[in-house]
Structure formats: structure tokens, C-alpha cells
């Protein structure tokens, strides 16, 4: 009962979590998007002191948006702000964080085979790191290397990479990539609660006030503005860090971290070039070049072919009694019909193997799991040997 209503949990505050992003990222894509489309308005908009306007069309009607450089000469009735939606998402995420690395199944985070952690260990490395690396940008983003975009930018790639790396020898590659991810969500969560808000608020201050938004304020907003431009660049990224849990290929790669940090090159540099293309400057070369990546990527990671399939003639061949001893040591605890293992109520990833025709049905995926890489068993809480893994792989090969 208990692995039932957790695997609920999970699920509804999954569930949230996506919907609460959804609304984060579409809101923020939409505001960067309106703000690089903005144009020199007619004059009569200009003495009202807006600095751009564009028109739009949506959903069967004409929209008209202007921006002002400051703020409007008088507070208007209703103003909408947008903050909720990333609060949500943090506090949601950090939720699933608990239910699912934290309180489930420890196997997603704890690798014993890299790092022997309590799993009150592995929760204060996990929540260290993500105070650890927001309380470094803060101080960044308030050092004179925020005059600089490029210089920041890779200063914080080389974190993220350092961070990604340090994770990567303590925790499994599917816990470290969760939490690069949470690391990034936080940096950004926090450039919304502890820049671009205050600035809002110090702005609708002096517009409520009747006062002219003064060089503070000015200065305020335009960091905030800096702040949102970084969250821009790194939603590609952690988007794909949200989604990368399905990926065994990717986090289980022994060099999973580097993987990452190609990715989130990758990513956040094709996000540029629509960030150029809104300016109407468009640079098709920038997505030929991250095409290129990911084809040398998908390239330099490939699985090297089995040893067993070149030189197996000398090999024995493996008997089905050996497999089912191999499955039932090592994996039927949790992938059966009913998992005896009590975090989980149905076999984990629809994958039953109480039966050697289901582990035939199954032998792609069981060979990236638990031949290719080490991401099966989950942890390798039954320490499942070498020797063991290359008899799994020849009966897989012989069931062709
Ligand atoms: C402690 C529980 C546990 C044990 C033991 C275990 N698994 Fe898994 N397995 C899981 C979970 C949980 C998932 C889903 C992981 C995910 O969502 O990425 C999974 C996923 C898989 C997948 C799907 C991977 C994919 O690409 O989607 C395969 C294949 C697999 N396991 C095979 C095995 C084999 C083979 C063994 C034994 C050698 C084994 N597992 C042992 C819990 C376990």
C-alpha cells in the first residue's frame, strides 16, 4: 500500500511540476521573444515615454504591445506580474526531489560502486550543492563580471562543468544529472525571487509614488534584465536535464558528466541563434554548427561492440538455468508482475522479467542497462559482477 500511494505522489506532483514549468518557460520565452520584436514607435508613443511597440496577431485577434523605458506616468488599475509560475516550478521540483531521489528508491542516487554515502550524506551534498553554486552566482551577478556577458558566461559554464563533474564521482549518473539540474533551476528561481522582482517592485515603487524612476532604480532594472537573459540561455539546457531520466545511454556513459556539459553547450548555443533571429539578425551557421555537435557527440559516445560477439567461439555458451539464478539474484526483486521489493508496486519501467521469453522481448534494453553500461541493477545494491554481466550479454546475443 505504502509503494502505491508514494508512486501516486509521485506521480501528481510530477504531474505539477510539468504543468508549472510549462507556464514558466512559456511566459519567460514569450516576454524574451517580445522583447527582442520590439521596434522604434511613432512619435505620439515615444512623448508617453515608450521606447517599443509591435503588433501581433492570435487566437483570431490583433494585439498591440508597447514597452516603456521606465515607467508609464501613472500606475495602472490592474498589473499583472509574473512570478508564481517559476516559484511553483521550484518548489515543486525540489518536492519531487524529496519523493523521488531523496525518500524513494535509494538506487537512484546512491552508486555504491562510486561513493559509499548514507543517504543523510547524499542529501547534504545534494541540497549543499544547490545553496552552494546559487550563493556563488549571487555574488557573481553582483561582481563587476556582470558587465561582461561573454566572460560570464563561460565562468558559469566552468561551474556548471565543475559542479557537474563533482557530482558525477559521489552520486549515480542519474542522480548527478538531476541535480545539475536542480542546480540550474535554482539559479534561476533565484534570479526571479532575489533580482527581478525586487527590481519590479523598486520600479512600481517610484511609479506609484509619482516619482521619476531614479539611476538605481534604472540600475536595478537593467541587472534584472541581465538575469533574465541568463535564464533564457540555460531553460534549453535543463529542460533537457528533466527529460535526460529516460536517457541510460546518456547519464550511465562513464563519462556521463562530460556528455552533459556538450549538451548544455549545445543546447544554450542554439538557443542564441533565435535569440539573434527575433533581433532580425539571422546566423543559420550557428544551428549548422550545433547540428555538427551532436552528430560528433552521438558519434564519440557510441557503444563499442561487445567483446563476446568478436571473439565468443572459445566462450561456453550460457544455460537458461544460469540466466534465471543471474535474474533472480539480481533483478526480479523489483521487474516482476508483483516487485517484492517494497519501493516498488509494478515492475519498474514496464519491464517484467519473471520469464526469459520477456528478458528475449527485452534483450535491447537489457543490454544497454546491464551489459553496455552499469546502470542496472539500480545501484548495484546486489552487486552484480563483471563475470555475471558478460554471461547476460552472451545469453542475450544466443536468444537472437
Ligand atoms: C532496485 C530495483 C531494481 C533492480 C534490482 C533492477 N532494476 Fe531495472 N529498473 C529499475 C527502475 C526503477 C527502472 C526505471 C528507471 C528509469 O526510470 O530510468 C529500471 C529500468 C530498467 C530497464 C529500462 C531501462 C530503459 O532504458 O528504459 C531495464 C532494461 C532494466 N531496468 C533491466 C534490469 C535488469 C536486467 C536488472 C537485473 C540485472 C535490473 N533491471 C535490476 C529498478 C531495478
Redesign the pocket.
Known amino acids: 500500500m505504502e509503494a502505491y500511494l508514494s508512486e501516486w505522489l509521485s506521480l501528481l506532483v510530477r504531474w505539477f511540476h510539468v504543468i508549472a514549468g510549462v507556464a514558466w518557460i512559456g511566459a519567460s520565452f514569450y516576454f524574451v521573444w517580445l522583447d527582442n520584436h520590439l521596434r522604434e514607435p511613432p512619435d505620439w508613443k515615444k512623448q508617453k515615454g515608450i521606447k517599443g511597440d509591435l503588433w501581433a496577431i492570435h487566437g483570431g485577434g490583433f494585439y498591440e504591445v508597447a514597452k516603456y523605458k521606465l515607467g508609464p506616468e501613472q500606475m495602472p488599475k490592474e498589473l499583472h506580474w509574473f512570478k508564481w509560475e517559476a516559484y511553483a516550478t521550484w518548489l515543486s521540483g525540489m518536492l519531487l526531489l524529496f519523493v523521488v531521489y531523496y525518500m524513494g ?1 535509494p ?2 542516487l546512491i552508486d555504491l560502486s562510486k561513493a559509499q554515502l548514507s543517504s543523510g550524506a547524499a542529501i547534504a551534498i545534494g541540497l549543499g550543492s544547490l545553496l552552494g553554486v546559487m550563493v556563488i552566482y549571487e555574488a557573481l551577478i553582483r561582481s563587476p563580471l556582470s558587465a561582461n556577458g561573454k566572460a560570464f558566461g563561460l565562468v558559469l559554464f566552468a561551474i556548471l562543468v565543475v559542479v557537474s563533474w563533482g557530482l558525477f564521482q559521489v552520486f549515480s549518473g ?1 542522480g548527478a544529472y538531476i541535480h545539475v539540474g536542480a542546480v540550474i533551476g535554482t539559479i534561476m528561481v533565484a534570479n526571479v525571487f532575489l533580482g527581478i522582482i525586487p527590481a519590479q517592485r523598486a520600479l512600481v515603487n517610484a511609479v506609484a509614488n509619482n516619482e521619476e524612476p531614479g539611476e538605481r532604480v534604472a540600475k536595478l532594472a537593467a541587472l534584472a534584465k541581465l538575469r533574465s537573459t541568463h535564464n533564457n540561455y540555460l531553460t534549453l539546457p535543463v529542460i533537457f536535464i528533466m527529460i535526460s ?2 536517457y ?1 545511454l546518456l547519464y550511465s556513459h562513464p563519462h556521463g558528466w562530460a556528455v552533459l556539459a556538450a549538451i548544455g553547450f549545445i543546447t544554450a548555443y542554439a538557443r542564441h541563434y533565435f535569440n539573434l533571429r527575433h533581433q532580425d539578425v539571422n546566423k543559420p551557421s550557428i544551428l549548422v554548427i550545433a547540428a555538427a555537435l551532436t552528430v560528433a557527440l552521438i558519434w564519440a559516445i557510441a557503444p563499442s561492440p561487445p567483446a563476446s560477439s568478436t571473439a565468443d567461439s572459445g566462450q561456453a555458451a550460457v544455460t537458461d538455468s544460469t540466466v534465471n539464478a ?2 533472480e539474484s ?2 526480479i ?3 516482476a508482475a508483483e516487485p517484492s ?1 517494497p ?2 508496486q509494478a515492475a ?2 514496464g ?1 517484467a ?1 519473471d520469464d526469459l521469453s520477456l528478458l528475449a522481448q ?1 534483450r535491447d ?2 543490454r ?3 551489459v553496455n553500461s552499469h ?5 548495484n ?2 552487486g ?1 559482477t563483471e563475470e555475471e554481466r558478460a554471461q ?1 550479454g552472451r545469453w542475450l546475443d544466443a536468444s537472437r
Do not use: D
Open positions: 528508491s538506487g537512484y542519474r531520466n529516460h541510460p543471474l535474474l539480481h533483478c526483486a523489483c521487474h521489493h519501493a516498488f519498474p519501467a519491464i522479467l527485452h534494453k537489457v544497454q542497462s546491464a546502470y542496472m541493477p539500480l545501484g545494491t546486489t552484480m547476460l
